[in-house]
T-cell receptor, first 113, second 114 residues
Framework: NAGVTQTPKFRVLKTGQSMTLLCAQD?????MYWYRQDPGMGLRLIHY???????AKGEVPDGYNVSRLKKQNFLLGLESAAPSQTSVYFC????????????FGPGTRLTVL | AQSVTQLDSQVPVFEEAPVELRCNYS??????LFWYVQYPNQGLQLLLK??????LVESINGFEAEFNKSQTSFHLRKPSVHISDTAEYFC????????????FGTGTRLTIIP
């Protein structure tokens, strides 16, 4: 049982390049989330999904797109990377809402030059 | 909407001394409250949570937090810290209803001084 995994662990992009971050969970969770973590700002929600085929915007969605084609995977895309997107990205999953614990992946450190 | 305030961004504490990490929240509805811990170069993991019932909740590694509804606080305490407690601690809140999301505070970095 691997929990929540993220690919890749590190990435360096040039401004304007695109990339996709992959999140996978093997706990059959319905809810999945993408956050970014920046110094002094805590975790900010980018997008989330409440089930296969659904997505919704969080508090900082601009510049990102997501897809949840399979229940176990949640993809985060950057179409045209900007230096302001340099951050550590965390994926999380949760069985359902309410009292269920949210489980986090190990993070992806992205640098945009 | 909910919000969480962690006023202390960094807290240095001597080993074996007590510590309190402060968390205040704002919400127009009833909430669930959580503390998450992030060890260096790792993701976040749940430390403890308040859902209902006793206002004092405990973790397996000696931390405890008390829900105070009148003061809208959920402070985290430990009577004697260890080097291994060095981490960043995040308070989070979720509404009881329509609670698809957690709202996190900005975190408190706890540094243990030997």
């Amino acid at each position: 049982n691997a929990g929540v995994t993220q690919t890749p662990k590190f990435r360096v992009l040039k401004t304007g390049q695109s990339m996709t971050l992959l999140c996978a969970q093997d706990m059959n969770h319905e809810y999945m989330y993408w956050y970014r973590q920046d110094p002094g700002m805590g975790l900010r929600l980018i997008h989330y999904s409440v089930g296969e085929g659904t997505t919704a915007k969080g508090e900082v969605p601009d510049g990102y797109n997501v897809s949840r084609l399979k229940k176990q995977n949640f993809l985060l895309g950057l179409e045209s990377a900007a230096p302001s997107q340099t951050s550590v990205y965390f994926c999380a999953s949760r069985k359902t809402r309410g009292t269920d614990t949210q489980y986090f992946g190990p993070g992806t450190r992205l640098t945009v030059l | 909407a909910q919000s969480v305030t962690q006023l202390d961004s960094q807290v240095p504490v001597f080993e074996e001394a007590p510590v309190e990490l402060r968390c205040n929240y704002s919400s127009s509805v009833s909430v669930y409250l959580f503390w998450y811990v992030q060890y260096p170069n790792q993701g976040l993991q749940l430390l403890l949570k308040y859902l209902s019932g006793s206002t004092l909740v405990e973790s397996i590694n000696g931390f405890e937090a008390e829900f105070n509804k009148s003061q809208t606080s959920f402070h985290l305490r430990k009577p004697s810290v260890h080097i291994s407690d060095t981490a960043e601690y995040f308070c989070a809140v979720s509404a009881l209803f329509g609670n698809e999301k957690l709202t996190f505070g900005t975190g408190t970095r706890l540094t243990i001084i030997p």
